[in-house]
């Protein structure tokens, strides 16, 4: 897809804001979902998407909209380090299909970074354990 074009309500991650499809869930709130990703890059790679928008990428995302979005970000951000103690964590989003976009519908990737541990290419990861994703989830959770 390119980088404009109409929102499609049934993406991936629309059907689960409106519960349609489970997902090991970190926090919810009126601003924003954060959940496990199922082909995660890295241990614990969480992503974090708007709700209430139909904003198929960043540049879609109403001014007002930015700040509560960002300040949901970082405080994953800030849990996932606390939770799992990385070396590093690394935070990506992208726009449009040529810059790596896969889902149509805004998010975040919250990705720890271990020393010497290589990232599995986005999109091309292996699918994770539902357990052990539900057990990160909890444990980032609790770190929130």
Do not use: W
């Amino acid at each position: 897809m390119s980088l404009h074009g109409s929102y499609d309500p049934n993406n991936l991650f629309a059907k689960m804001l409106r519960g349609e499809i489970p997902c090991a869930k970190v926090s919810e709130d009126d601003v924003a979902l954060a959940f496990m990703d199922i082909f995660p890059q890295s241990r614990g790679h969480t992503l974090v998407v708007p709700k209430g928008v139909t904003a198929r990428n960043f540049l879609d995302l109403p001014r007002e909209k930015i700040g509560p979005y960002l300040e949901r970000v970082q405080r994953v951000a800030i849990a996932v380090e606390k939770a799992l103690k990385p070396d590093g964590v690394q935070i990506m989003q992208f726009n449009g299909a040529p810059a790596g976009q896969t889902v149509f519908h805004l998010h975040f990737h919250v990705i720890p970074r271990y020393e010497g541990v290589q990232l599995a290419g986005h999109g091309h990861g292996n699918k994770a354990d539902a357990a052990e994703l539900e057990s990160l989830a909890k444990a980032i959770a609790a770190a929130l």
